[in-house]
């Protein structure tokens, strides 16, 4: 998994080759072949230009997705325009609201995987789909789906916040770090939180929290929490401390969860654990504070049901203070049938 995306802003009809450009180099980066490379090109370009066109401004993330034995992108899109009154309607080949061939978005779903869309008449859209190699099974069987963004303060090359997810048997431990400050030091800080973080196989999110307490006294130091959520016993763990929030969300309501002030390395008064209920379905969403706090999935109506990346998306989009390294998390408890 790469943790920090690359971001294209799409603004102009330039954009659409510099973002093409960008994608190649991860394709290269991750060694796609020939014909996965040539997909998500295409499928870039697809979604650059619908953006253009259509979205009037918008942005392109990518970053590296980890399967078994190979490797594949995902692209997360997202624009301000007037969005779309039905998104089965624009699937649909020949289906135009620009006077174009109406074949852009039935193209993205032949040559992609997991193609998902949300729009909103008046919000925007929010976009995503994957590219792997030919013959990689496109619907991993997984008890968590997990999604992200997570980008540096406007004009670093450093994020000074890191995440990390570890499925561990049937539970997953998910670690969320915000270095103080941004830029290279806080970028240390929050790698060296994910390393000791992945050297414990602790299943309490405070002895987590403790270990990498202990790791990051030779940095700066940082915000952070690790949430371990076992879908078997019906309960998210969480630990945190500083300002990291999270909250599990589930049929249009949210349970917020509690952190302790400090600075993880230097100042901690309390590391306590705290649990919370957690049923099959429910979504995780922890962010750093990037994010503004006051934000509301109601306002997205059926956003909460699609792909937690959509979600981060809508969050980075919508709630971003704009002056800070961003992260937002968002992991759901699948409902496999038994």
């Not at 997705?65 to 699937?91: C, K, N, T, Y």
């Not at 987590?208 to 952070?224: N, S």
Request: glycine share 12%; hydrophobic share 40%; with cysteine.
């Amino acid at each position: 998994m790469t943790p920090v995306q690359i971001a294209v802003d799409i603004n102009h009809a330039s954009a659409v080759a510099e973002a093409r450009q960008r994608g190649a180099v991860l394709a290269r980066a991750l060694a796609l072949d020939e014909t996965a490379a040539g997909a998500l090109a295409i499928a870039i370009t697809e979604t650059a230009t619908n953006i253009v066109k259509h979205g009037v401004r918008g942005t392109i993330l990518f970053r590296g997705l980890a399967g078994e034995r190979v490797r594949g992108v995902e692209a997360l899109a997202f624009d301000h325009g007037p969005g779309m009154r039905s998104v089965a309607d624009s699937m649909r080949d020949g289906h135009s609201t620009g006077g174009t061939p109406g074949t852009g978005l039935g193209a993205l779903r032949r040559m992609t995987s997991n193609l998902d869309i949300w729009s909103q008449p008046g919000t925007g859209t929010l976009l995503r789909f994957e590219v792997w190699p030919k013959g990689t099974p496109v619907t991993p069987a997984m008890s968590f789906v997990t999604g992200a963004v997570c980008l540096p303060k406007p004009g670093e090359s450093e994020c000074g916040d890191a995440w990390s997810v570890a499925q561990r048997g049937a539970d997953l431990v998910v670690l969320l770090v915000d270095g103080l400050g941004h830029g290279p030091s806080a970028a240390d800080a929050a790698r060296a939180a994910v390393v000791a973080a992945s050297g414990t196989s602790s299943l309490d999110p405070a002895q987590v929290i403790d270990t990498v307490h202990g790791a990051l006294r030779p940095t700066r130091g940082a915000a952070g929490a690790a949430i371990v959520l076992q879908p078997d016993r019906g309960r998210c763990m969480f630990c945190g401390i500083g300002n990291i929030a999270a909250s599990v969300q589930r049929n249009g309501t949210a349970r917020s969860m509690v952190s302790h002030a400090g600075i993880l390395g230097h100042q901690v008064r309390k590391i306590q654990g705290f649990e919370y209920p957690l049923a099959p379905g429910a979504l995780l969403v922890a962010h750093s504070d990037g994010i503004a706090t006051r934000w509301d999935l109601s306002a997205y109506p059926g956003l909460e049901s699609r792909h937690p990346s959509l979600v981060a998306a809508a969050l980075y989009r919508d709630h971003s203070r704009g002056r800070d390294d961003v992260t937002v998390v968002g992991v759901r408890v699948e409902q496999r049938p038994t």
